[in-house]
């Protein structure tokens, strides 16, 4: 990209600031600058280019020292992320390095960030699914937290807009909790994947077995390539087939000629004026130099991550906002959600000994959920619901076999059993207690206070697990699968990575930090469109809706900027 400005004059000042580049800072990039506003982007960490930033991209196991596996060095940088299993020498460089980035668990809490140009969007799971207004109408039905200021119409049309430019494979069912949306091609289930579908749809009627909604190409689009089955996504995709801001919305961005990349900029604070009751730039630090420099512009979005924008706006303090910028309702920092994960069952398909299955799609399969709809089924147990993700495969069968030689390696050439899981995903209530505080006992390598994370999950998330477990080991054993197990691999927030919260929108803002544009209250100039925004977290993958939120703000900021409004 030819844009990248990382020695910047200290006195340029921007039609917008986009602080992170990450999912919604790569949408917030490219609606503004294609809406012809001189953009910089504020990235943490280094700039990582499509493709060529990508070094293990086409590694095996075996091109890696260790085979993939971190030194003990390594594991240090890492010793808090290392808990999910995910990080290895093919991610390691994607992830944040938490010696110099701590935070606190005052209960326990992971924390999972991704500190490059991309942020998680390298990393993500890449399950794509739009919001119903079962979930927007939520709070307000059930009591729990506050009232979203939108509904599933205003929504809509951006969902459709970012799924044409960044490309979902899926399939249209016609669910009411589960819009469908602009699809290209699904993917394909495998054998016993359509085996255990048409059995769990017989046996259960108005529960749909389908292949996931995934930001992946089946069909070239935009000069992308369409997936190749590789499932080595999180090391950089070289044929831009999944979704993410550095193969996607940031060279659109750029190719405006109206973005400046700024990397090794850690946001320290925004700067709000009182005489002018709004905010006029960001204060950063230099990562590498140390150096404090001040950028201005017109309008700021936040979307540096869900926790780590509303680290941002407590730390910006001002005779006019003491408890940081737009917390004149006290709820900056609370209300922290996530899904809970991890609970489910597996068991043992039989037959289909004679088929496999081409590739390694980077994809499961997906059952939406069933319980506590409008109309439908009702649970006395709890309130709100759960889906479940999975699939079905066969792996080998290494351990403990009972040969040497010749002998061995003709066994391990051949796959094992079919076997097939379920995992669920819940929705979690926004409680103000679940809380993140500045701790300016506890610096980072930079200076800067840290995160404190106070935050559980409570008798209704609790409640919800137990009736996945329940539900998963009757569905797959009605289903045809064998020698089921149900597992609880008991975990508390932050596993499944879909950090919520913590800076919501909503109507009034005596109970709200957001407006219904995603603008601070009392800082319109001020845009928060990543997970810090969410008033209540569904229980679907939140990321498809950030990016519909994130343009619809962009294009409300730009339209008020015209008008003179803000």
């Not at 808090?80 to 010696?99: I, L, S």
């Not at 599933?152 to 009411?176: N, Q």
């Not at 928060?528 to 498809?544: E, F, K, Q, R």
């Amino acid at each position: 990209m030819a844009n990248f400005n990382i020695d910047a004059q200290k006195d340029v000042t921007y039609d917008a600031i986009v602080i992170g580049s990450g999912i919604s800072g790569g949408w917030a990039a490219k609606e503004l600058c294609e809406k012809g506003l001189k953009t910089l982007v504020l990235e943490r960490g280094p700039i990582v280019e499509h493709v060529i930033d990508y070094p293990t991209m086409n590694l095996d196991p075996w091109d890696m020292e260790l085979r993939g596996g971190l030194t003990p060095e390594e594991q240090a940088k890492h010793y808090k992320t290392m808990r999910t299993g995910f990080v290895g020498k093919d991610t390691e460089h994607f992830w944040a390095n938490d010696e110099e980035n701590p935070y606190t668990e005052v209960k326990p809490f992971l924390w999972v960030r991704g500190h490059q140009m991309g942020g998680r969007s390298l990393l993500w799971g890449k399950q794509t699914y739009r919001w119903s207004d079962l979930d927007f109408a939520a709070n307000a039905k059930d009591g729990h937290g506050v009232d979203w200021p939108i509904r599933y119409k205003d929504i809509e049309p951006w969902y459709t807009y970012v799924e044409k430019f960044a490309g979902i494979s899926g399939e249209a069912i016609g669910l009411p909790q589960l819009p469908d949306s602009h699809f290209l091609p699904p993917m394909e289930l495998n054998c016993v994947e359509k085996s255990v579908k048409q059995r769990l749809e017989k046996n259960f009627p108005g529960r749909n077995l389908i292949i996931g909604r995934a930001a992946h190409l089946t069909v070239p689009l935009n000069g992308r390539g369409k997936c190749q089955n590789r499932n080595r996504c999180s090391r950089g995709c070289p044929y831009g087939a999944y979704f993410s801001s550095n193969a996607v919305t940031l060279p659109a961005a750029n190719a405006t000629g109206n973005l400046t990349i700024r990397p090794y900029s850690i946001v320290q604070s925004i700067v709000y004026d009182d005489k002018l009751g709004k905010a006029t730039g960001v204060r950063i630090i230099d990562a590498e130099t140390n150096e404090a420099i001040v950028y201005n512009a017109k309008i700021i979005f936040c979307n540096a991550s869900a926790l780590s924008s509303t680290q941002i706006l407590l730390n910006s303090t001002s005779s006019r906002f003491e408890n940081g910028l737009g917390n004149d309702s006290g709820e900056l920092g609370h209300n922290l959600m996530d899904h809970t994960y991890r609970i489910g069952a597996m068991g043992k398909v039989e037959g289909f000994e004679d088929k496999y299955y081409k590739g390694r799609r980077p994809n499961g399969i997906y059952i939406p959920r069933y319980v506590n709809l409008d109309g439908g089924p009702q649970s006395d147990k709890f309130v709100r619901g759960f889906g479940f993700q999975g699939g079905g495969g066969r792996g080998g069968h290494a351990a403990n076999l009972p040969a040497v030689g010749a002998d061995l390696k003709n066994q391990l050439v051949k796959p094992g059993p079919w076997e097939f899981f379920i995992t669920g995903f819940a929705e979690c209530l926004p409680y103000h207690e679940n809380k993140i505080s500045l701790n300016r006992d506890v610096l980072d390598k930079w200076g800067q206070p840290t995160l404190s994370i106070d935050a559980e999950f409570k008798e209704n998330e609790l409640a919800l697990n137990k009736q996945i477990q329940i539900d998963a080991v009757e569905m797959l054993e009605k289903s045809g699968v064998k020698d089921v197990v149900g597992f609880d691999n008991e975990h508390y927030p932050g596993f499944g990575i879909h950090e919520m919260g913590t800076a919501r929108m909503g109507r009034d803002p005596k109970t709200s930090v957001l407006n219904g544009f995603n603008q601070v209250h009392a800082a319109k100039n001020v845009f928060v469109t990543d997970g810090a925004c969410m008033t209540s977290s569904s229980c679907v993958n939140p990321s498809l809706t950030y990016m519909a939120i994130t343009a619809r703000a962009a294009d409300h900021a730009v339209t008020e900027l015209n008008k003179r409004n803000l």
